[in-house]
Structures are given as C-alpha cells and as structure tokens.
C-alpha cells in the first residue's frame, strides 16, 4: 500500500528520477503525517524542512535542508539574523591509501553576498584570502575528531556564502551548518557538534555576539562541542580577560551548544541518510600483529626511557627498529605482508607503548615531570640595524623575532567582505611567521605561506596584540622565523615577540608569553566522557604532541589570557580536563615571563639610532601650497630624497614620518626651505613679459622672466622677422631686457614657447615685468 502511495505521488510531482530516489521517503513521511514541513521543489509557497535553534538571548538559528545542491551527500543552510551560509558534503566511495583522514574543508567569502564587487584587476574572486583560510582551519578542527577511526576516503567541505548582513560574523554559522551537512549525510561521522561564540562584556555573558557587541567585548571565544557536554574545540582572542571569567565563558558556551546539537539531531531523524558502511585499512593478521609487537615493545620502551636522547637521536632510534621489524616480517612470512599496513601497525604499537609509560612511570620521555618546563634562554638586540629583535630558546624549539617599524600607510589594509564581517578596515600591527624546512632537519619547497603557518602566525598576534598600545603612531610588523622546532613554536613565538616588541621600544601593557599543554588520555572505545585515567603534561615536545590526545595552546600575561587554541584528537573532551588544562597552563606562562624578565622586563627607554621618528607639522593655509608644490612635487622630492612620507591630517596638519632622525633632520631644513622660497607666478597665455637675457646661444639666447625661473630657450627663428643665424646680429648681450610673448607649454617636452618676433607689428597688449614685480604698457 505504502509503496502505491508513493508511486503515485511522485508521478504526480513529476520529479526527476535522480531526486526521487533520495527524497521518496520525506514525501513518504509527509503523506502519512509524521513530518510537518516538507516543502515541494519549484513551489515558493511552502516552507523547507527547517529546525530553529533557540539561544538564551532570544536570538535564533536556523537550519534547514532539501532546497539547494542536492547531488551533494548532504548539504545544509544555516541562517543568523540575515546571514546565511550553505555548506555542502561529498566523499568518495573508493578508500585513499593515505593513513590519516583526508578531509578538506574549504570557506570562501563571495564579494556578491555582501552586495560588493572584489577590488581587484580581474574583478572576481581570487585565491583564498587569510581570513577564508583561517576559517576553514576552525571548521575543519571542530568536524575532524569525530570522524570514526581507520576512515579514509576523501571528504570535501565546501563552505558557500548566499548572504552576509554586516551584523553576524558566518564563521560560527559556517560550522553550524557544516556539522548538520554531515550528520544529514550518508558519510561515516560521529557528530552531530554544536558552536557559539562567546562575549564577555560589562561582566556579563554575549552568546553570539553582534559585529558592534563584539567591538565592545573583552573576549571573542569560539566553543565547538559535542553530546555530553564534551568541548571538541576552542579558539580564543581576548583582552587579557581574567581566568575565572574565562572559565565562565567556556562553561556557558558548551551549555549553549546542546541546543544547536538538538536540533540538528532531530533534523537527522526525519531527513538524514542511513549512514553508509566503510571498510578501514587493512589490517594484518593477528598473527602479524603479535609478532610487530613482540619484536618491538622492549626496544621501544628502551628508546622511551633513555633521557639522554634529543628529537634527532629518538627519532633515528625509532626509524631503525621500525625498519629492522619490516625487514624481518618480510623473511619470516610466506604471505605478502603489505608494508604500508605494517608500518601503521608499528606506528600504532609505538604509540601505545609511549603513552603506557606516562602512566607508569609519570616522567616523560626527555627525563621531566608532568608539570616541568624545558631549559629556556632569551637574547635580545641581535643586530644593530634592526628596530628590535631576539632569539627564544625552549629546548629544541628557537625562534628568531624581529619588529619592524613603518608610518601608518604601511598598515595592512582589508578586503571589502572581511570589513563588513569584522569591522576591521585595516591592522597597523601584525605578524608573520615562518617556518623553513630546515627547523626539523627536512628539504622541501619554500614558496606562498601555508595554512599551518598562516595559522600559527594568526595564533601569536591574538597573543600579542591586547598587550600593544593603540596609540603607537607607526605600523608595526613582527616577523618569526623558526629555526629549530621540536614542539609548540607558536607559543615560543609570543614569547620571542614580547621581547621582540619591548627591544624597539613599543609600548606594551605588560610582558606576554604561551605554553602549550598536552593530555594523554584512557577510555573504553570512544566514550571519552567516562575517562579512565588521562595526564596533563606541560610544555610539550613535538613527539608528545603526535602521539597525545591534544595540543591547548594558551597564551596570556601575568594578570589574564589573551589567546587560545585547543585542538583536540579524540572525539571531546570533558569540561573538567578542560579547566585543570587552563589552570596548568596559566600556571607555566607565569613561569615564563619570570625568565623572560630576566633578559627585559618592560619597553626599552633609550632611543635606538635607528628607530623611527613621526612628527606633526602645522602648515598655515596660505603656505600650504608652497608646502605641498606643484601637483605634490614638493612631498614626492622629500620622499625621494630624504626617504620622508608626509601625510595629510587635516586642512592645515600634516604627519611626517621619517625612518631615522638624521633624515628627519634634512627633511626640516628641505621644509624651510620649500617655505620661504617665493611661489612661482602662474603666466597668462598670449601675455607679453620683459625677459632678461641670461646666456647668448649659436641657436638663440636663453632668457628668465623672474628670478627663480629656470632659463628658457628663446630660438633665432623667433627673434625678429628676418632670418637671424646668431644672436650677436641683432647685438643682444647677456643682460639686456627684451619684450616676448608667452605661448604656453608644448605639451609633450614641457619646455616654455616664447617668441619675440611676433612683438615686431603694431602692439597694444600690456608688458608685464616680472623681475621686479613692476608693470607698465
């Protein structure tokens, strides 16, 4: 019976049979009662399938489904206020040999959602922008951990904008909409995950702030979690908010969160897909199993417990027995033991014997306790010609940081959407980081930035930018390089950027360092709420961060927090690690900057030769045209002479920024000069003037019409009406006064046309002398 029903409503609807197969059981449910809103395809008058999703300020998301890209494995449309976001899934259904998930998510900000037009030559979309890419990590690391283990089939994310409204930020959307995409798809996926983001303005709580309620906020936390109350990512930027309200935020955050997961759960129920079944890499036999294990614990557990080793050693350790284990795997098996499925095996045996000995022993690889901070060394004032500089050392970790100061026009200016979305027109301080093949004994290619490093950069300036002064009149650029890298360069950056900052003299609130915490953890299968046992450790390695459970960078002064970044490898951690996590951290940082201020405690007071000087110069209204000269000729000579830029304030104010004092110093003495010397008098076309005759030429004599011309040439064809072969024939000297007519320009050499032969007929025009500023007829 069902079965007629249906047929005969979809022959009624005239779907096309690619469609039908997907939606013929939502029409089903509609026909039959259990749905309430189903909207049929090409009719505007119903309504979609859509869930609303209630916040605790009265504010609603929206989240609907069954409208737009439907070949997509799934697709959803999440909308706050009037913006709106489509995210769109697809996987494949052939696995990659690759060993880790192959997911890539992918936000694009269109201009034509704003109601913009792209600025550029082309006018249209580009390459991804900093901030696309920042935002696509953030939705990749809230989706990525719940993905079931041993999945490997590639999966795209695509992030696609339909409107922005200038007043609600679309990343958190973005991932909203994202988490419903995949929860209504047949793709494998452990979610569904819910995001806000969280304010902290006039003591109060802001879920999902407003683009000006954000503006007035002492934090900007973005909370993505899970069923259970677990956080399955954080991401934090805040004006050195203090620990027990940043607690608080995080606690309301992922309270805020289960409604969003609700909802997405109830929209899964009536519209999801069945999930599809997937086969995980294969695995060796068990026989196979045992004997990697059986060749291999004991020499792991060697290497692990030898304290004496550094990264290099441990890991050429680790390489060997790995490859001593493939090799005689190989000659003791008859079956072809795949390398590929052995080596993971091995990774995953050396994974686990690190880890059990955390437990056991409660001392780490390189010889410290849980809550031990590595040897740390600070320099600063490297280099002379640089404005500021220092090198960081954390163990293996060494970043080399510079600060570079420039007048305001040299702030980095925003795209049009990005300025709608945050407010922000341009930074005058910002940093970039880098990260060389060599810092981890590698070769590779060093070409555009990368995601990972664009990230890690943007991590540090959330770090570093509440402790710099807004009043700082040049722009400010902080570049890290990473020399050496064995764990949490990032965090060593805020460290190396404080010192940095303080050696060229800005003015900051007060010193700024990170740490990064790391968690091992124990749990039965993925329940990650009912935790086992699980470590803190503090100041992680590289090699505690590949085979641990999370790396919690934080970031902060003494007094408070001003960034933070949790990524999280299982599928959600519970609120209590999460606060021990922050206290530990908060902890170590305090640590840190006592080390630090050792080296530089506060701004450095003594000028540096070398440093910037900005200056406002007040210029009176009716000098401001010999100031400026004809058409800005006068700015664009200090400019190339001195390396001065001048920049108009107001009508009569003027900002002059020079590199260093001595050129600050020629620029003044230009200035002077451009002041006190009298303007050029503008000439009247067809006017005659009387000329003063400053050089006799074979081709004709170069004369001045007042003091400060440059000489003009006045040619023997037009010196009288008769033929003239030299000067001297009609006896003019140097010195002698005669009347010419001024025919402007030519308008290609920008040379004065004079003539005086032109003066020989009957005349009536006035001459006007301007040597000494006399007229007469």
């Known amino acids: 019976m069902a079965a007629s029903?249906?047929?005969?409503?979809?022959?009624i609807l005239n779907f096309p049979e690619s469609i039908t197969s997907y939606y013929n059981v939502h029409l089903l449910k509609y026909i039959t009662g259990n749905v309430r809103h189903v909207r049929r395809f090409g009719d505007s008058t119903n309504r979609v399938p859509e869930v609303e999703v209630p916040f605790s300020n009265g504010r609603n998301l929206t989240l609907s489904t069954g409208k737009f890209a439907r070949f997509a494995d799934g697709c959803a449309v999440a909308?706050?206020?009037?913006?709106?976001?489509?995210?769109?899934?697809?996987?494949?259904?052939?696995?990659?040999?690759?060993?880790?998930?192959?997911?890539?998510?992918?936000?694009?900000?269109?201009?034509?959602?704003?109601?913009?037009?792209?600025?550029?030559?082309?006018?249209?979309?580009?390459?991804?922008?900093?901030?696309?890419?920042?935002?696509s990590r953030l939705i990749d690391r809230s989706l990525r951990p719940l993905?079931?283990?041993?999945?490997?089939?590639?999966?795209?994310?695509?992030?696609?904008?339909?409107?922005?409204?200038?007043?609600?930020?679309?990343?958190?959307?973005?991932?909203?909409?994202?988490?419903?995409?995949?929860?209504l798809s047949d793709i494998p996926w452990n979610g569904p995950v819910g995001a806000v983001r969280v304010g902290f303005s006039n003591n109060e709580i802001v879920i999902n702030p407003t683009r000006r309620e954000l503006s007035q906020?002492?934090?900007?936390?973005?909370?993505?979690?899970?069923?259970?109350?677990?956080?399955?990512?954080?991401?934090?930027?805040?004006?050195?908010?203090?620990?027990q309200d940043?607690?608080?935020?995080?606690?309301?955050?992922?309270?805020?969160?289960?409604?969003?997961?609700?909802?997405?759960?109830?929209?899964?129920?009536?519209?999801?897909?069945?999930?599809?079944?997937?086969?995980?890499?294969?695995v060796p036999s068990e026989a196979v199993l045992e004997a990697i294990r059986s060749l291999s614990e004991m020499r792991l557990r060697e290497i692990f417990r030898d304290h004496?080793?550094?990264?290099?050693?441990?890991?050429?350790?680790?390489?060997?027995?790995?490859?001593?284990?493939?090799?005689?795997?190989?000659?003791?098996?008859?079956?072809?033991?795949?390398?590929?499925?052995?080596?993971?095996?091995?990774?995953?045996?050396?994974?686990?014997?690190?880890?059990?000995?955390?437990?056991?022993?409660?001392?780490?690889?390189?010889?410290?306790s849980l809550e031990e901070l590595r040897n740390i060394s600070c320099q600063i004032d490297l280099y002379k010609p640089l404005h500021g500089s220092s090198l960081f050392q954390r163990g293996q970790t060494q970043v080399f940081c510079t600060v570079a100061l420039d007048s305001p026009e040299s702030a980095m200016k925003m795209d049009a959407v990005t300025m709608l979305t945050s407010g922000l027109k341009e930074k005058n301080f910002f940093l970039h980081y880098e990260f060389p093949p060599y810092a981890t004994k590698e070769i590779g290619r060093v070409g555009p930035v990368g995601r990972r490093e664009l990230g890690h950069g943007a991590l540090a300036e959330k770090g570093l930018r509440p402790v710099v002064s807004r009043d700082f009149p040049f722009t400010i650029r902080l570049t890290s390089e990473v020399l050496e890298s064995n764990g949490s360069s990032s965090m060593a950056t805020v460290c190396g950027g404080s010192l940095a900052l303080m050696d060229?003299?800005?003015?900051?609130?007060?010193?700024?360092?990170?740490?990064?915490?790391?968690?091992?953890?124990?749990?039965?299968?993925?329940?990650?709420?009912?935790?086992?046992?699980?470590?803190?450790?503090?100041?992680?390695l590289g090699i505690e961060d590949y085979m641990g459970d999370m790396d919690f960078k934080l970031a902060g002064t003494k007094k408070g927090i001003t960034a933070l970044q949790a990524d999280i490898k299982i599928p959600g951690l519970p609120l209590k690690v999460v606060m021990e996590a922050v206290q530990q951290a908060t902890d170590a940082k305090s640590k840190i900057i006592d080390i630090m201020n050792e080296t530089l405690s506060k701004t450095r007071k003594q000028r540096k030769e070398n440093w910037p000087v900005s200056e406002q110069l007040e210029v009176p209204p009716q000098k401001r045209a010999k100031f400026l000269g004809l058409g800005g000729s006068n700015v664009k000579r200090l400019l190339v002479e001195t390396g001065v830029q001048v920049t108009q304030i107001e009508d009569s104010i003027f900002s002059v920024f020079a590199p260093n004092q001595a050129a600050m110093n020629e620029a003044k003495e230009l200035i002077d000069e451009f002041l006190t010397t009298e303007r050029e008098p503008e000439l009247e076309f067809g006017a005659i003037y009387t000329a003063k005759i400053v050089e006799v030429r074979d081709i004709g004599?170069?004369?001045?019409?007042?003091?400060?011309?440059?000489?003009?040439?006045?040619?023997?064809s037009q010196l009288d009406q008769r033929k003239v072969n030299h000067p001297s024939a009609l006896g003019l000297e140097v010195g002698d006064e005669i009347q010419v007519k001024y025919f402007g320009r030519d308008p290609v050499s920008g040379l004065m046309r004079l003539s005086r032969k032109v003066l020989q007929g009957p005349s009536s025009a006035v001459v006007r002398n301007l040597g000494d500023k006399s007229c007469s007829s």
Request: aromatic share 6%.
């Open 217 to 243: 906020s002492i934090l900007n936390l973005v909370v993505s979690a899970t069923r259970h109350n677990l956080v399955v990512m954080l991401e934090a930027a805040a004006e050195n908010i203090l620990q």
């Open 5 to 11: 029903v249906r047929a005969k409503v979809l022959g």
């Open 701 to 716: 004599v170069m004369v001045t019409l007042f003091p400060t011309m440059t000489p003009a040439l006045l040619h023997n």
């Open 504 to 540: 060229a003299g800005v003015p900051i609130s007060s010193p700024a360092a990170g740490v990064a915490i790391g968690l091992i953890s124990r749990y039965t299968g993925s329940d990650t709420k009912h935790m086992e046992d699980y470590k803190l450790l503090t100041d992680i």
């Open 147 to 183: 993905f079931p283990v041993g999945y490997s089939y590639e999966t795209q994310i695509m992030c696609n904008l339909l409107a922005v409204d200038g007043v609600n930020d679309p990343d958190v959307i973005s991932i909203n909409a994202a988490s419903a995409a995949l929860a």
């Open 79 to 135: 909308a706050l206020g009037d913006t709106s976001v489509m995210v769109t899934t697809v996987s494949k259904t052939k696995p990659s040999p690759s060993s880790f998930i192959p997911l890539v998510v992918d936000y694009r900000q269109k201009a034509a959602a704003a109601g913009r037009i792209p600025t550029n030559f082309l006018r249209r979309e580009l390459g991804p922008t900093e901030k696309e890419i920042l935002t």
């Open 246 to 282: 940043f607690l608080k935020a995080i606690r309301a955050g992922v309270k805020e969160c289960q409604n969003v997961i609700q909802a997405i759960q109830q929209l899964q129920k009536h519209y999801g897909k069945a999930k599809r079944e997937f086969e995980p890499l294969q």
């Open 308 to 368: 004496t080793h550094d990264k290099l050693s441990r890991d050429l350790a680790v390489s060997a027995v790995r490859t001593d284990v493939v090799d005689k795997l190989k000659h003791s098996f008859d079956e072809d033991v795949d390398i590929n499925s052995v080596t993971e095996c091995f990774n995953r045996v050396s994974k686990e014997t690190f880890r059990s000995l955390v437990f056991e022993d409660n001392i780490r690889c390189d010889g410290r």
